[in-house]
């Protein structure tokens, strides 16, 4: 394998250290100096994940919902997540927009990144207007923390970025599936027949993430086919799109914004997963990239080998804007009514009014759960009468 990033050796020693705090067995470093020094290491590396961290707002709390209803991340598994930030500074903040994206977990989707906070006063805390929608393959590990950034901008200060970490809840049970995609995956092959670029990108182990793009990895040379794919984000502020490649066979995935030039790909280089399907644990490596307001992008699908081709794989992109989502209305014994909506759009609040010609409409407080991809809520409609809509704050 290429050069692997200094992120990633430390990636690498924490998860040594927590597989062994976890199973109690140490002693599989014949040398206690080994252990100090780990856990130096990792003592360092949160210190400084932390020490870079200096804004006006922090995370106070988080609650995970929708799922199964158990309110933990699992594998295969589709879950809202809602973010208590507190407002450390002295004075009041306003226009608060925020972005979430995650850092270095295999098998997590961020597959509705964006949301708004109402103004905060001194000392005072607020949650997202519009709930974060976190997805997971069946491929990330259940024991594992997942980490996520949050970035955050007001009318006051800049943008700047607060870490966050849900700790391993020790619940693996699968989920329902994960989260749907407005946007169909598309299924490919790279033949001898396709395109040829004249080297390809390094698979450096670091992952693009929209909180802190990825310096472009280098190159290997070597000639290898490739497909392309042109997509625009038509909405009128910058997305931060998820790409996910999955395969059984040996490909990997690079975003670029505008056009992709097959004889300088450092040319518009936006972001890759740096690392391909046939490597490491598992098929599925998603990464995310930033992509301005109505730009084009395209992304790229290559073999790693010359000639070696892939029969079958398939690329997955969330994070663009999504059309409004119907509102299914089903009817249950005992005057209680389903109503649904695909959980390939997330961000949304069900509301209800007693007149469609009300200015009043009140947020139904039943959870919402995932089922056969949709968010199913039952709620009960004795008089009297109630009606329903979908809105995104």
């Given at each position: 394998m290429e050069d692997i990033g200094l992120a990633y050796v430390v990636l690498v020693f924490a998860r040594i250290i927590q597989v062994n705090l976890n199973r109690k067995n140490f002693m599989?470093?014949?040398?206690?100096?080994?252990?100090?020094?780990?856990?130096w290491l990792l003592i360092c590396t949160v210190g400084l994940a932390r020490a870079i961290y200096a804004g006006p707002l922090d995370v106070a709390g988080w609650l995970v919902t929708g799922g199964n209803g158990d309110h933990v991340i699992n594998p295969n598994d589709c879950n809202d997540l809602s973010i208590v930030i507190t407002n450390n500074s002295e004075q009041a903040l306003t226009g608060i927009s925020a972005v979430l994206s995650f850092y270095t977990v295999l098998g997590v989707e961020i597959?509705?990144?964006?949301?708004?906070?109402?103004?905060?006063?001194?000392?005072?805390?607020?949650?997202?207007?519009?709930?974060?929608?976190?997805?997971?393959?069946?491929?990330?590990?259940?024991?594992?923390?997942?980490?996520?950034?949050?970035?955050?901008?007001?009318?006051?200060?800049?943008?700047?970025?607060?870490?966050?970490?849900?700790?391993?809840?020790?619940?693996?049970?699968?989920?329902?599936?994960?989260?749907?995609?407005?946007?169909?995956?598309?299924?490919?092959?790279?033949?001898?027949?396709?395109?040829?670029?004249?080297?390809?990108?390094?698979?450096?182990?670091?992952?693009?993430r929209c909180a802190a793009p990825k310096a472009f990895p280098g190159v290997v040379t070597g000639s290898v086919h490739y497909d392309v794919y042109a997509f625009t984000n038509m909405s009128p502020v910058d997305a931060c799109v998820t790409i996910c490649a999955s395969a059984l066979c040996d490909v990997e995935a690079s975003a670029y914004l505008g056009d992709f030039d097959p004889l300088n790909i450092t040319n518009n280089y936006l972001g890759d997963s740096g690392i391909s399907t046939g490597e490491g644990v598992g098929t599925n490596f998603p990464f995310s990239c930033s992509v301005p307001a109505n730009a084009r992008f395209t992304v790229v699908v290559n073999e790693i080998d010359s000639n070696t081709g892939c029969t079958n794989y398939t690329l997955a992109l969330s994070g663009l804007p999504c059309a409004s989502p119907p509102l299914t209305l089903g009817i249950l014994p005992n005057s209680n009514t389903r109503l649904s909506w695909p959980d390939s759009v997330g961000g949304y609040v069900l509301e209800s009014s007693p007149s469609i010609q009300s200015a009043t409409w009140t947020i139904v407080t039943n959870e919402p759960l995932i089922d056969g991809g949709s968010y199913k809520v039952t709620n009960d409609t004795s008089a009297p009468s109630k009606f329903y809509r979908l809105r995104k704050p």
């Open positions: 599989r470093f014949a040398n206690p100096s080994y252990r100090i020094r780990l856990l597959t509705q990144p964006y949301s708004t906070y109402p103004d905060i006063p001194p000392n005072g805390l607020a949650t997202n207007s519009a709930p974060f929608q976190v997805s997971t393959l069946p491929s990330y590990i259940c024991r594992d923390p997942v980490y996520l950034q949050l970035r955050l901008a007001s009318a006051n200060f800049e943008s700047f970025i607060v870490p966050l970490t849900i700790p391993p809840s020790g619940n693996c049970t699968p989920g329902n599936g994960p989260c749907g995609f407005c946007l169909p995956p598309i299924n490919g092959s790279v033949t001898a027949d396709d395109s040829v670029m004249t080297s390809r990108l390094s698979r450096n182990v670091v992952i693009s």
